[in-house]
């Protein structure tokens, strides 16, 4: 069960680094991509940023719709991931061939996607140019998680909750133990 | 031994999303600070961003030197960084109190960390408004990393390349595994 989590702890969704699916709809189309170049930037506001290539089908969905999901996938749903990775939303239908089930989302009318364990939502705050992509600054409006997975920051060390993290091609890393650094010696 | 890398490849040091430590120099003063909130943002050319808010010690010494370098920390380090996180260059060398040791860099006057298994030297390129902190857009100089941590991607299965992850609060996670999606069966 996802519960509704306050903005400002949102950031910590997305704090250890991990890869994102983000979601757009623009009219009838809709299409996800992972994204590992995906930061908080701000607290209050709560603000994200996601890096996108302008040449990406999901960039022009987001730049049309002017709102976005981030969704936060798991091991569980790695080979879902790259697969979105992958392949072109301009060419195949993501959702159909990989599975993911499509969830309404409160403020937006992008899906979001129902088997990662947190879900954003965000309208875009602003656009950025960055060398080969644009920074896409986007304002969170609603975040929910797993309940048993976040409990003031989440919780890693569960079996559900290992994000996966791009090292580069087809390598990934996922977290290990959890240390609390006031009890750490080094 | 440190050896050099291609620039295109340098967001692999941050694709995972270790914490890093940031050092500047303005003038006599330096000063170094952790920071979760950074990300690559483009390839060619090499551009990450971090997201420091303008109130911060370390934010003045980047506006008026106009450059910066990234430090990529381990658990072994796990300590100092956090000391570094909890306390202001404004009121003590945190150099001097972490015993971090200083190392020249090649083309900034800010000083390297010796004790990371990376460095990046950057030149501000941009610096973007985002809400309570601004996102600073370094345009990567030089890239170096532990020659024997980093063969493409970084071999973090390797006990002295556990970058650390912020979960908020004094708690971090370090990498586990890698997985290869092409041989992973969910």
């Known amino acids: 069960m996802k519960r509704e989590i306050p903005l400002d702890k949102a950031n910590r969704l997305l704090n250890i680094g991990g890869v994102v699916l983000i979601t757009a709809k623009s009219g009838e189309r809709d299409n996800v991509t992972p994204v590992a170049w995906n930061v908080p930037v701000s607290k209050e506001p709560a603000l994200v940023a996601v890096a996108i290539a302008p040449e990406r089908f999901i960039y022009k969905l987001i730049e049309e719709s002017r709102e976005f999901g981030i969704n936060l996938p798991t091991l569980k749903i790695l080979r879902e991931v790259y697969f979105c990775g992958k392949n072109s939303g301009r060419d195949v239908d993501k959702f159909e061939r990989t599975k993911l089930t499509r969830e309404k989302a409160k403020f937006i009318s992008a899906p979001l996607i129902k ?56 390598l990934f890393t996922i977290p290990g133990e959890i240390i609390d650094v006031k009890n750490y010696i080094s």
């Open 115 to 170: 088997e990662c364990i947190a879900n954003i939502e965000c309208k875009v705050e602003n656009i950025y140019p960055a060398g080969d992509h644009n920074l896409i600054i986007g304002k969170v409006l609603r975040a929910v998680v797993e309940a048993k997975l976040f409990e003031d920051y989440l919780n890693v060390s569960l079996e559900e909750a290992k994000t996966i993290h791009h090292l580069g091609g087809s």
